[in-house]
């Protein structure tokens, strides 16, 4: 599988903090990658570089649309906005930032595929009501308000208005933080049957090691900035060498 | 089928004030089509290491371990992660002691997805896990409910089914019957031996002497003492 | 009208609007900021309107100002008579005298000439606040023609009511490049912008904004392919004139319920009626 999206030599700093040191990690088609690391290492900022978010100071990502590897920054802002409308999608860690609550889950569903030219009411309410059905939502409620949603269905039906324009390239941030357990397991299964069953890219930011071995193949563990070890995820998470990440794995809490 | 030479490995922990333990000291070891071989030795000396570092579990220091992949020696020590994920889902398949079970999902679905994997259409996938769960006396009431509230010794044989189900060029397993009665071991044993008659190598820690003898042909012995590794 | 400059403003501040109106008309349905000066009434009661018309009346036109269609309320006749006495120019209820129209929230049944300009009366100039609160985001949106979500608008009137209810201010895209706000004027009369003979001006001066539709210029009213757009009008015929293609203002005429349309259109009902003022 070739290359989908590479970061090279990323730097950011926010003021003197410095949020990426040096940064490279590569993705390739139908790969799931993990940034793992705790609060303050820097995995959200590179996740949101790689995501096209934040600008790096230093370095760049590129991204093979389909005619090789192209960095980011060449893209211009519209072509960065058509990408990340449709063939790119970003689950936020709090669904209810990334959708609108006044407006009805299927008008939510919806919106991404009205913001990339779809123009036929009738095609875009049915696949809203198939992608309520593929998260486990029940699709009688595409006209209820998600006001009154709960916190897993809210996540829930944020992926669906994430997935519904077909994207092949998905970033993920904590999608789970913060949503009871029984909860969490519910949505990693959903993720996890999605992802395989679409042939995803995926980059998911986590400071939960458990997530990390359930869904990805290759991990990288960040501290203050930096990539201290990268590989299979089994073999980091079994074997690890680096002294933080073998820090992280005897912190994880026995069930 | 697969060639381990020069395997150094220690682990270096720097929880414990940077304690060095030396496991693989230059361990060696292969196996060819339809054979059996099996690790042996006491704990603690080095035969789980090496068995998990034949599947890159463990990373070695270094060595070279020549797996053969569509029709090529591969080192899986230096393949890419890409070809590693290739390695594991068409050429080496590994039992290990324990399920890890994923909330939610199956036995059914759980041993089917192995070999949906492979591409094998759904349908199939799950017919083909039906039987092979049934063979390893795995009642069907719990086919369709996730192992988590299984016992150890029915999570061990759908950790079994889901290996078995697909054919493997390359078998690690480590302790495959350790939680299971006398019973379901004949049918692993069975299992294993018809693997091997379809031309597969078998690399395996196996506790019961009784399965080592109806499964290996030849032992690797691991000794404790860190600076030699001898060969039966 | 002594101390008080032709049409009320002084010529630097006509020759700021005018800058703005040619920029605006450079650019179809593209909002341009302009400095709006402190006017002798609210925000509210149409002060963008009467800068504009202020900014392009000559002492040769003759205009005409309606409010909901009606030249005779307060509103249309306070205008009138201030640019009367601030211009001295003639004035006319007839839109086919008129070579200036302002108007609040309609356009005249008569169609419109090349030789005349309709000025509108714009509370909110930004097609997208609703959906879109922020002014420097709203602004990127229009740069980048990124106007999907609009229709997320559309499709919930759509869920709700069963068809677009947006009664007035349907959201047009002029030349197929920029999404406007027709101001506050029904859905009936969107069809009547496109293409039109005259030069149409829109003014808002709480705002702060003037843009443009320039004659002949293409305006399309947002819609779905499967529920197209559709200008809505009461299934009634005017009580006074007996039009049945003219928008109605509904009348309450007792307290029992009682009720009948006419024309919105004052000028359009008489003619039709024979009646000349």
């Known amino acids: 599988m070739s290359i989908l999206l590479e970061a090279r030599g990323l730097d950011k700093k926010f003021g003197r903090v410095v949020a990426l040191d040096n940064v490279s990690v590569s993705l390739r088609r139908r790969e799931i990658l993990a940034i793992v690391g705790e609060s303050g290492s820097g995995k959200t900022t590179l996740l949101n570089t790689l995501a096209g978010r934040i600008r790096p100071d230093g370095g760049d990502v590129f991204y093979d649309g389909g005619a090789g590897l192209r960095p980011l920054s060449a893209l211009g802002e519209l072509g960065l906005r058509q990408l990340q409308r449709a063939r790119w999608g970003f689950v936020q860690q709090d669904p209810r930032a990334a959708l609108r609550l006044d407006i009805t889950a299927g008008g939510n569903i919806g919106e991404r595929l009205m913001a990339s030219g779809a123009r036929h009411y009738g095609d875009i309410r049915e696949a809203a009501a198939a992608w309520l059905a593929e998260v486990e939502i029940d699709p009688s409620r595409i006209d209820d308000l998600p006001k009154h949603f709960s916190g897993g269905m809210l996540q829930r039906l944020q992926i669906a208005a994430t997935l519904v324009t077909g994207p092949e390239l998905v970033f993920m941030d904590e999608p789970t933080g913060g949503l009871d357990v029984s909860v969490q397991a519910r949505i990693l299964d959903l993720i996890r049957g999605l992802v395989r069953r679409l042939g995803l890219a995926v980059v998911i930011v986590t400071h939960d090691i458990g997530v990390a071995r359930l869904l990805a193949d290759r991990l990288v563990v960040m501290q203050s900035g930096r990539i201290v070890e990268a590989g299979l995820t089994d073999q980091v998470l079994d074997d690890p060498h680096h002294e933080y990440t073998q820090l992280l794995v005897a912190s994880v809490l026995p069930a | 089928m697969l060639q381990a030479s020069g395997l150094y490995k220690s682990f270096l922990l720097h929880l414990q004030g940077g304690v060095r333990l030396d496991v693989l000291r230059g361990a060696a070891l292969s196996a060819a089509k339809g054979e059996g071989v099996a690790l042996s030795g006491p704990s603690g000396s080095g035969k789980s290491t090496a068995l998990r570092a034949l599947y890159r579990n463990y990373l070695v220091d270094t060595g070279e371990v020549l797996v053969q992949h569509r029709g090529a020696m591969v080192d899986i020590v230096t393949a890419p992660a890409e070809t590693m994920i290739e390695i594991r889902r068409e050429t080496l398949g590994y039992v290990s002691q324990f399920l890890r079970a994923i909330p939610r999902i199956s036995a059914l679905d759980i041993v089917a997805a192995a070999a949906i994997d492979r591409g094998v259409a759904p349908d199939e996938a799950r017919e083909a896990g039906t039987k092979m769960l049934a063979r390893l006396g795995i009642a069907p009431r719990l086919h369709g409910l996730p192992p988590a509230t299984f016992s150890g010794g029915e999570q061990q044989r759908v950790n079994l089914a889901r290996t078995f189900i697909c054919d493997w060029p390359i078998l690690l397993l480590d302790e495959p019957t350790a939680s299971l009665d006398a019973g379901n071991r004949d049918v692993v044993i069975r299992l294993i031996n018809e693997a091997k008659a379809r031309g597969a190598a078998i690399i395996g820690i196996f506790h019961d002497s009784a399965v080592r003898e109806a499964v290996t042909d030849r032992q690797i012995h691991f000794q404790l003492d860190p600076h030699e590794k001898a060969m039966a | 009208m002594i101390g008080y400059n032709f049409a009320y403003l002084d010529e630097q501040t006509k020759r700021m609007i005018r800058r703005a109106i040619l920029k605006a008309v450079a650019i179809p349905g593209h909002q341009i900021p302009?400095?709006?000066?402190?006017?002798?009434?609210?925000?509210?009661?149409?002060?963008?309107?009467?800068?504009?018309?202020?900014?392009?009346?000559?002492?040769?036109?003759?205009?005409?100002?309606?409010?909901?269609?009606?030249?005779?309320?307060?509103?249309?006749?306070?205008?009138?008579?201030?640019?009367?006495?601030?211009?001295?120019?003639?004035?006319?209820?007839?839109?086919?005298?008129?070579?200036?129209?302002?108007?609040?929230?309609?356009?005249?049944?008569?169609?419109?000439?090349?030789?005349?300009?309709?000025?509108?009366?714009?509370?909110?100039?930004?097609?997208?606040?609703?959906?879109?609160?922020?002014?420097?985001?709203?602004?990127?949106?229009?740069?980048?023609?990124?106007?999907?979500?609009?229709?997320?608008?559309?499709?919930?009137?759509?869920?709700?009511?069963?068809?677009?209810?947006?009664?007035?201010?349907?959201?047009?895209?002029?030349?197929?490049?920029?999404?406007?706000?027709?101001?506050?004027?029904?859905?009936?009369?969107?069809?009547?912008?496109?293409?039109?003979?005259?030069?149409?001006?829109?003014?808002?001066?709480?705002?702060?904004?003037?843009?443009?539709?320039?004659?002949?210029?293409?305006?399309?009213?947002?819609?779905?392919?499967?529920?197209?757009?559709?200008?809505?009008?009461?299934?009634?015929?005017?009580?006074?004139?007996?039009?049945?293609?003219?928008?109605?203002?509904?009348?309450?005429?007792?307290?029992?319920?009682?009720?009948?349309?006419?024309?919105s259109d004052t000028d359009f009902c008489e003619s039709r009626r024979g009646e000349t003022p």
């Open chain 3, 34 to 263: 302009f400095a709006s000066r402190e006017m002798p009434l609210p925000y509210g009661w149409g002060t963008g309107g009467i800068q504009v018309t202020a900014a392009i009346l000559g002492a040769d036109d003759v205009l005409k100002v309606i409010d909901q269609g009606a030249d005779d309320t307060t509103n249309a006749v306070s205008i009138r008579g201030f640019f009367a006495r601030t211009a001295g120019v003639r004035t006319t209820t007839h839109t086919a005298e008129a070579s200036i129209i302002q108007t609040r929230h309609r356009i005249p049944e008569f169609l419109l000439r090349a030789d005349q300009i309709i000025v509108y009366q714009v509370p909110q100039p930004e097609p997208l606040y609703k959906l879109e609160p922020s002014r420097a985001a709203a602004k990127k949106r229009h740069a980048l023609a990124d106007y999907g979500e609009m229709h997320v608008k559309l499709y919930e009137d759509i869920t709700r009511f069963g068809r677009v209810a947006v009664a007035y201010d349907h959201p047009v895209m002029v030349n197929e490049r920029y999404l406007t706000s027709p101001s506050p004027i029904p859905a009936f009369d969107n069809p009547k912008m496109h293409k039109m003979p005259a030069l149409q001006l829109f003014g808002a001066g709480r705002e702060q904004r003037i843009y443009a539709i320039p004659p002949f210029t293409a305006v399309r009213s947002l819609d779905f392919e499967d529920y197209p757009f559709h200008p809505g009008r009461a299934p009634e015929s005017c009580a006074l004139c007996g039009a049945d293609n003219s928008y109605l203002d509904e009348i309450v005429i007792d307290d029992r319920g009682g009720r009948m349309f006419a024309c």
